[in-house]
Antibody, heavy 120, light 107 residues
Framework: QVQLVQSGGEVKKPGASVKLSCKAS????????VHWLRQAPGHGLEWLGW????????TYSQKFKGRVTITRDTSATTAYMELSSLTSEDTAVYYC?????????????WGQGSLVTVSS | DIQMIQSPSSLSASVGDSVTITCQAS??????LNWFQQKPGNAPQLLTY???NLGPGVSSRFSGSGSGTDFTLTISRLQPEDTATYFC?????????FGQGTKLEIK
């Protein structure tokens, strides 16, 4: 069955960067997009961007452009999301989700979430 | 960015009732709208996609409709396990944007 397993929670200081991973299994990694989203405490969901694992092409939300980098390691069937210049506003649970091959957000499979806490 | 106005923000209903949640987009998004259910501490679950298509393994008690700017999610024959927060998502334009959520309580 399709599984996305994310790395554990992180505590970071303001100004630092965080890199999260999302290990995929149960399907052909290169055939489906991987999206990254986040949910701040008590808030709704926010989409950060996605990667085409076959080509490595990425699409980012303009809000996070310049701060977010999504990469993948096809041999490890793992996608990564790095967010830099962290502030307290970046404290959130970060999710990866599997999309359709063309990036359409048919998010039927999700990771378990990774809590990132930004605090001095 | 496209704004998604979701209503109501919360509602309470009884087992066996039907409820309707709406999402209004700030511009035409054709039928590029999904609905999700999220229970506390869990990742969201896809309910419907493309406005009216049922997600994989989702109960037929859930149904979506609409196009353009106005969309609805209807949950019929409410069960206790339907207690959750429900979100809409538009994916016609980047960035993808969400409604603020509707918290459903089953009395």
């Amino acid at each position: 069955q399709v599984q996305l397993v994310q790395s554990g929670g992180e505590v970071k200081k303001p100004g630092a960067s965080v890199k999260l991973s999302c290990k995929a299994s149960g399907y052909t990694f290169s055939k489906n997009a991987v999206h990254w989203l986040r949910q701040a405490p008590g808030h709704g969901l926010e989409w950060l961007g996605w990667i085409n694992p076959r080509t490595g092409n990425t699409t980012y939300s303009q809000k996070f452009k310049g701060r977010v980098t999504i990469t993948r390691d096809t041999s490890a069937t793992t996608a990564y999301m790095e967010l830099s210049s962290l502030t307290s506003e970046d404290t959130a649970v970060y999710y990866c989700a599997r999309g359709a091959g063309d990036g359409v957000p048919l998010w039927a499979s999700w990771g378990q979430g990774s809590l990132v806490t930004v605090s001095s | 960015d496209i704004q998604m106005i979701q209503s109501p923000s919360s509602l309470s209903a009884s087992v066996g009732d039907s409820v309707t949640i709406t999402c209004q987009a700030s511009q035409d998004i054709r039928q590029f709208l999904n609905w999700f259910q999220q229970k506390p501490g869990n990742a969201p679950q896809l309910l419907t996609y493309g406005a009216s298509n049922l997600g994989p393994g989702v109960s037929s008690r859930f149904s979506g409709s609409g196009s353009g700017t106005d969309f609805t999610l209807t949950i019929s024959r409410l069960q206790p396990e339907d207690t959750a927060t429900y979100f809409c998502l538009q994916y016609d334009n980047l960035p993808y944007t969400f409604g603020q959520g509707t918290k459903l309580e089953i009395k």
